[in-house]
Structures are given as C-alpha cells and as structure tokens.
Nanobody, 120 residues
Framework: QGQLVESGGGLVQAGGSLRLSCAASGRAFSTSDMGWFRQTPGKEREFVAS????????YYADSVRGRFTISRDNAKSTVYLQMNSLKPEDTAVYYCAAGSFRSIRVVHYWGQGTQVTVSS
C-alpha cells in the first residue's frame, strides 16, 4: 500500500510564493509518475503539473506554466510544487497524485489535499 501526504499550503498575497511538498511511502512513489492537481468548489479537479519517473520530463497546465515548477527528490520520496507569482485564481485545494501521466493520465494514489488561498 502507498500513501501521499501534502504540506505547505496556506494564505499568501497575490504575487507571493508557496512551496508545496508531498511525502510518499511505499509504491506511491517508486517507479511512479508524480503530479499535482487542484480543485475549487463547483469545479472539476484539474491537472496542474506532472513529472515523469523515467526521464523526469515535466508538463504544466497553460494556466501555471512559467510560474509553477514541479520537482522530485527520489532519495526523500518527495515531490514539490514551487508556486511563484500567485494569483487569486490559483486559490484551490491542491492534491498530490501518483500514477502514470503520459498520453493518458491515470491516478493510482491521491493525497488528502492542502488548501492554498491567494488574496488580492
């Protein structure tokens, strides 16, 4: 069994930065692609960023490209999401995910989510 635990969410002003962390255990990390998703009330959970296991290639949603950076530290079994130049529309619950994010995104494990609130 695997588990993902997010941390680092909070309240920031527009233009500020936050760094989210996701600690993984078991098969939730090893050989898995890792990703971040976010969800606001009344909206579908949307893809934010991902990083592949085999070649560490990264992908970003258009809305965050150039502002967010995803990375992973395999030694610590941790994936990060550095969020810069935050906007109020970035406000959401952010979820860490492990799975396969290639031509088709398939999530095997979800984190519990961490709230990110960006004030205007």
């Amino acid at each position: 069994q695997g588990q993902l635990v997010e941390s680092g969410g909070g309240l920031v002003q527009a233009g500020g930065s936050l760094r989210l962390s996701c600690a993984a255990s078991g098969r939730a990390f090893s050989t898995s692609d890792m990703g971040w998703f976010r969800q606001t009330p009344g909206k579908e959970r949307e893809f934010v960023a991902s990083i592949r296991w085999n070649d560490a290639s990264t992908y970003y949603a258009d809305s965050v490209r150039g502002r967010f950076t995803i990375s992973r530290d395999n030694a610590k079994s941790t994936v990060y999401l550095q969020m810069n130049s935050l906007k109020p529309e970035d406000t959401a619950v952010y979820y860490c995910a492990a799975g396969s994010f290639r031509s088709i995104r398939v999530v095997h494990y979800w984190g519990q989510g961490t709230q990110v609130t960006v004030s205007s």
